[in-house]
Each structure stands twice: as structure tokens, then as C-alpha cells.
């Protein structure tokens, strides 16, 4: 996968935007209402890699499945996963992956008072 694959697909996701917070070299995807970051894009050590945030009992749970899923670079290691996007996980992962960050920092909805 490459970087405008990867940003094409989190642009996909409703009231998301991109945005470039820490400087060139990084692109965050963040929602539109609540400005938190759902992907948080890179290169690393040779390899182009996104930070996502993920619940931290499936987060140890996709690194002890895949070799390309570390904990987060720069980030809360316990919530947050650093994925090798140009390693061998399919696109399908990846994707899941992408999809359940996006879930996990959206905006809370707003409960109606009575």
C-alpha cells in the first residue's frame, strides 16, 4: 500500500480531513467535529507506516498475530499501534484496522435530555 492509497482510504470515512500538524513528513487524518486523529501517517525506517488507535487488549492481540503491527511510534503504547503499510499484512487488515481507530475517536453522540 502507498501513501495516497492510505490517504485516499481514511478520506473515505464521513467528516474526516487531512491535516498536517507535526510538520512535512507526517499526515494526520482526523474527524471533522472533534479533531481527534484516527491515522497518523509516516515514513520509518525505511518503511511508509500509519499510527492507529486501537482498544489495548486487541492491540497486543494483532501484534503477537502480525509482524508488521507495533506498538505506536511516538504514541501511548497501550492504545496505539504502528502499522508497516508497505510490509506483507493485506489490505484487507489494514483496513479493519483503519476502520476500528476511526470507530473508537469519533465524536460521542449527543444524548437527549428529557
Known amino acids: 500500500m502507498n501513501m495516497n492509497e492510505i490517504i485516499k482510504h481514511c478520506l473515505s470515512y464521513p467528516h474526516s480531513f487531512e491535516d498536517h500538524p507535526f510538520g512535512e513528513g507526517w499526515t494526520a487524518i482526523r474527524h ?36 508488521d503491527v507495533q506498538p505506536g511510534y511516538h504514541m501511548n503504547k497501550d492504545h496505539w499501534n504502528t502499522v508497516i503499510l508497505d510490509g506483507d499484512l493485506p489490505k484487507a487488515e489494514i483496513y479493519d484496522m483503519v476502520k476500528h481507530s476511526f470507530e473508537i475517536t469519533k465524536p460521542k453522540s449527543k444524548k437527549a435530555y428529557i
Open 32 to 67: 471533522r467535529e472533534n479533531k481527534k486523529i484516527f491515522a497518523l501517517i509516516f515514513n520509518r525506517n525505511g518503511h511508509l507506516c500509519v499510527n492507529l488507535k486501537c482498544d489495548p487488549d486487541y492491540a497486543g492481540t494483532l501484534r503477537n498475530t502480525f509482524a
